[in-house]
């Protein structure tokens, strides 16, 4: 299959005393037709590396294609054949959305229908609506509607749900999937682990300027070797002297984590595990205060490659 977006040994150092180093010799490879998800906390290098794609980033080494063309030679006819919302997107609140779909048609050469593109996004009672009186979510819409109204081959899409409402999030998703089923390419940034599983055939997971992963969702969630996680918290006098590695002598226990006062065991086999688990809990005269049980998703993954929460502050950050 062929590629929308290629990127070999790409790398970025922003000036400083001492230098960032954003981006350390990421590779990546998105296939047309799919949608791609790029995981990773703040300062991972995602966002510089997708910048770059974008056309609004130089990278200080390495090369990026877009659809098969090179931004140092090729940018217009790469401008004309992508869309990009980014997580904030500040419109004229002066125009109605009939007018600023309009205005964005005119910069393609090409393209859909100011009045398809409302359509798309269901927003067609509020065509005449000026951007000011629209909700956050509604705004959004709008947002997405001027990145698909060139009619793109390839839609970059930085974090569109955060911040939604949930009946907004699911009318995004839908226009993510109705993008993608059309032969569309979305590469797409989320802090929601749901929302990656839900819609991305594959994701990367970046940490401190480089790529730690890529697979489906299902690949490296089962590659884990563990389907369940169970969630649990204990008091006593000895509680507080309990080791990171508190119950990975446990039959079924790939691996152990502390997250503040909860300790997560990754487990095979939750029925066999749990009681072993409430045993050794026993013997150690210790009180068992909570005990959860799911199954594993993407944080977890994330987890174990980067050794920390995607949602923690500033822990994947380049130093």
Known sequence: MSLAIECRQLTKTWPGNPPVEAVRGVNLQVERGTCFGVLGPNGAGKTTTIEICEGLVQATSGDAYVLGKNWATQADEIRQEIGISLQETRLSEKLTVLETLTLFRSFYRSGMNPEDAIAKVSLQEKSNARIKSLSG???????????????PRLLFLDEPTTGLDPQSRRDLWRIITEFRE??????????????????????????????????????????????????????????????????????????????????????????????????????????????????????????????????????????
């Open 182 to 319: 059309a032969g569309g390419t979305v590469l797409l940034t989320t802090h929601y682990m749901d929302e990656a599983e839900r819609l991305c055939d594959k994701v990367a997971i970046f940490d401190r300027g480089r790529i730690l992963a890529i697979d489906t969702p299902q690949k490296l969630i089962s590659d884990l070797g563990a389907e369940h996680v169970v969630v649990f918290t204990v008091s006593g006098e000895s509680a507080a002297a309990l080791q990171d590695d508190f119950g990975i002598s446990l039959p079924g226990v790939i691996s152990v984590r502390i997250e503040s006062e909860h300790r997560c065991l990754s487990v095979r086999e939750p029925h066999i595990a749990i009681p072993a688990l409430l045993a050794l809990i026993n013997e150690r005269s210790l009180r068992l205060t909570s005990l959860t049980t799911r199954q594993a998703t993407l944080e977890d993954v994330f987890v174990h490659y980067a050794g920390h929460r995607l949602t923690d502050e500033n822990s994947g950050a380049v130093r």
């Open 137 to 151: 979510g509604q705004r959004q819409r709008v947002a997405v509607a001027t990145a698909l109204v060139g009619n």
